[in-house]
């Protein structure tokens, strides 16, 4: 499904996929600990990052996808308070992203590159990387 979310995340994945590579390589590079991604708004940049790294390591996508809508609702302050200062001028923006943003730019990835992983992997993730985020995004969590 297309429309100017899809339309904007897979821009900036065709544009500039080195830098998301990088980012990936960076999680699993991390000492141990938490890992904190973030972006400008917390969204755009932050939920493509997250979603390659944790769809690299074979989370649920649907999951995934019910967890960056869930975003919407914590940024809503945010939406609201800009599309106010913006005099609604902000075409196409006022309803933010879906669910079905974030599952078509990695649909966009697996049409064009063929999967998550040939995508970064061309782009500069190396297989150290990739095992580094499995152990990292996988392991059991300490109780």
Do not use: Q
Not at 13 to 30: G, I, M, Q
Not at 78 to 84: N, P, T, V
Not at 100 to 125: D, F, K, M, P, Q
């Amino acid at each position: 499904m297309e429309g100017p979310w899809v339309t904007l995340y897979t821009g900036l994945l065709d544009r500039r996929p080195e830098l998301f590579a990088r980012a990936v390589a960076a999680v699993a590079d991390a000492p141990e600990g938490p890992v904190l991604v973030h972006c400008a708004a917390g969204k755009d940049r932050t939920g493509l990052v997250v979603a390659l790294a944790l769809s690299l390591v074979g989370a649920d996508l649907d999951a995934l996808a019910d967890d960056y809508e869930l975003t919407n609702e914590r940024l809503a302050p945010r939406y609201a308070e800009r599309f106010e200062a913006a005099d609604g001028a902000v075409p196409g923006r006022e309803i933010p992203p879906t669910r079905h943003v974030i599952l078509g730019a990695l649909e966009h990835l697996r049409t064009r590159h063929g999967s998550i992983e040939a995508y970064l992997t061309r782009n500069g993730l190396t297989r150290g990387h990739t095992r580094a985020l499995r152990a990292r995004l996988t392991a059991p969590t300490p109780r």
